[in-house]
C-alpha cells in the first residue's frame, strides 16, 4: 500500500508551487466573529487559480512525474473543480491533459476547463461513467490517471494550505476544512499537527454526503448508496484509503451541516463579506456560524475552499436569504379578474415603498374559481416592518391573500 506524506513532502510541495499557485489571504472577520462568539479567521481559497484549492495538489502530483509519464500525458475524470485544477497545472507544465465530465456538468464549467487547454470529453450521465470512461483512457494510452483525492502528491499539494495558516497565524487553535474525498483535510491535518498537535482538526460534512463520517464509525472506508446535497463539490460516495488512514490519525472531529445551514451561510458570506463562494467550499464556515462545536473564545480558521459556483444555485441561495432576511417577500391575492384590481394592489405597495421585483398571473388552475384571476407579486422591501405595514393595509382591502414563503 502506498504510505502517507509526511511533513517533508508537504514541504517539498510548497517549494514546488512556490510562484505557481496564490498564498491566499487569512482573513479575520469581525461580523462572522461576533456571530460565533469566537475569533473567527476565513483561509479564501476561492481566490486561488481557478478558483479552487485543487490546483495545489494537481500540479505538485503532474509536476513530480517522470518525463517518459509525461510524454504519455495526463488523464481525470471530474464534474468541476479538479478538472479546471488539471488543466490549469498541466497547460503550465506543458503536458496533454484529457478531462472526462458527465454530460450533466454546467456548460460554464466546461468552458473553463477547455480555456486551460484541457480536451474535455463529455461521458456518461453520471460521474462513475465519465470516471469509467477515463479509466479506459489510461489503459489504451498509457496517460497518467490524476486522482481527484487518493494520491499522496495530492494530498501534500492540498496540504501547503496547511503551512499558509500556520506561517500567518501562529496563534490558530481551530481549523475546520469541508471534506469530500478528504485529501484537502488529510494534507492540513499532516501539515499541523506537525507543527502544533494541540491544534484541532475538525472535518465538516454535507449532511447528505457523509461517507468519511460513516467510515470512520465503521472502521474502514465506506461506499454511501446515494448523495443528495447543494454542495456538489463535496458529494463523494467513498473516501480514500489514503485520506481515510489520515482522518482516522490526525482529525480530531467531523461535523455534519445541512443544505439549508449551507445555502444561509453562502448567502451571509456574498452580503456581509462580499465573498463569492460555492456551497462546497462554506460547508466549515458553516460549521462556525451555526455553532456545530463549542468554539467560543478560540482562535478559529475556516477554510472557504472555491468559489466555483453555479449561476442557477446562486439565484436560488439569494432569493431564499433576502427572504430569510425580510428583505423580500411574496404574497399570493386571489382578485376578480377585472381592470383596476390589480392596480389597487400595486398602489399600496409603492404606498408602502415597496419595489415590485416580479408578478405573474394564474387563471387555470383548478383552485381559481372562473373569473378571478391569482396574482403573485414579489417585491424587495427595505427593512422587515415594511411587510406587517403591507399586510395591515391588505387585510382592510383584500379578502383572500397570503403571504408565500
Not at 495526463?74 to 488543466?87: E, I, L, M, P, T
Request: aromatic letters at 4%; one cysteine or more; a neutral charge.
Amino acid at each position: 500500500m502506498v504510505k502517507l506524506p509526511d511533513y517533508s513532502d508537504i514541504i517539498k510541495a510548497q517549494i514546488r508551487l512556490k510562484g505557481i499557485v496564490k498564498i491566499t489571504p487569512l482573513e479575520h472577520t469581525k461580523s462572522f466573529s461576533a456571530m460565533a462568539d469566537a475569533n473567527v479567521f476565513m483561509k479564501l481559497e476561492n481566490l486561488q487559480s481557478t478558483g479552487s484549492f485543487k490546483v495545489r495538489g494537481a500540479y505538485n502530483m503532474i509536476s513530480s512525474l517522470k518525463n517518459e509519464e509525461l510524454e504519455k500525458g495526463v488523464v481525470c475524470a471530474s464534474a468541476g473543480n479538479h478538472a479546471q485544477g488539471v488543466a490549469f497545472a498541466a497547460r503550465l507544465l506543458g503536458v496533454k491533459a484529457t478531462v472526462y465530465m458527465p454530460v450533466f456538468t454546467p456548460p460554464l464549467k466546461v468552458i473553463a476547463t477547455r480555456s486551460y487547454g484541457a480536451n474535455v470529453v463529455l461521458e456518461g450521465e453520471s460521474f462513475d461513467d465519465a470516471h469509467a470512461a477515463a479509466m479506459d483512457f489510461h489503459e489504451k494510452t498509457g496517460a497518467v490517471v490524476v486522482h481527484a483525492f487518493d494520491d499522496p502528491h495530492i494530498i501534500s499539494g492540498q496540504g501547503t494550505i496547511g503551512l499558509e495558516i500556520f506561517q500567518a497565524r501562529d496563534d490558530i487553535q481551530d481549523v475546520l476544512v469541508p471534506i469530500g474525498g478528504g485529501g484537502m483535510i488529510a494534507g492540513i491535518a499532516i501539515a499541523l499537527k506537525e507543527i502544533n498537535p494541540d491544534i484541532r482538526i475538525i472535518g465538516v460534512e454535507a449532511a447528505g454526503a457523509q461517507s468519511m463520517k460513516k467510515s470512520l464509525t465503521k472502521g474502514k472506508p465506506q461506499k454511501l448508496t446515494n448523495m443528495q446535497t447543494i454542495a456538489d463539490g463535496i458529494a463523494v460516495k467513498t473516501p480514500g484509503m489514503l485520506t481515510y488512514a489520515a482522518t482516522e490519525k490526525y482529525v480530531d472531529d467531523i461535523l455534519v451541516v445541512d443544505d439549508t445551514e449551507i445555502a444561509h451561510t453562502a448567502y451571509l458570506l456574498l452580503q456581509r463579506a462580499k465573498i463569492l463562494a460555492e456551497p462546497a467550499g462554506v460547508a466549515a464556515m458553516a460549521a462556525v456560524l451555526h455553532k456545530k462545536t463549542d468554539l467560543s473564545g478560540r482562535n478559529v480558521v475556516a477554510v472557504i475552499s472555491g468559489g466555483n459556483i453555479n449561476m442557477g444555485i446562486l439565484e436560488q441561495i439569494l432569493e431564499k436569504g433576502m427572504m430569510e432576511e425580510g428583505l423580500r417577500a411574496r404574497i399570493a391575492v386571489l382578485i376578480p379578474d377585472v381592470a383596476g384590481e390589480l392596480k389597487s394592489i400595486i398602489s399600496i405597495l409603492e404606498k408602502l415603498r415597496a419595489n415590485i421585483n416580479e408578478i405573474s398571473h394564474e387563471r387555470s388552475i383548478t383552485t381559481v374559481p372562473v373569473g378571478y384571476v391569482l396574482v403573485t407579486i414579489t417585491f424587495n422591501l427595505q427593512e422587515k416592518a415594511q411587510l406587517d405595514a403591507i399586510r395591515q393595509a391588505l387585510d382592510g382591502k383584500m379578502k383572500k391573500y397570503e403571504v408565500l414563503k
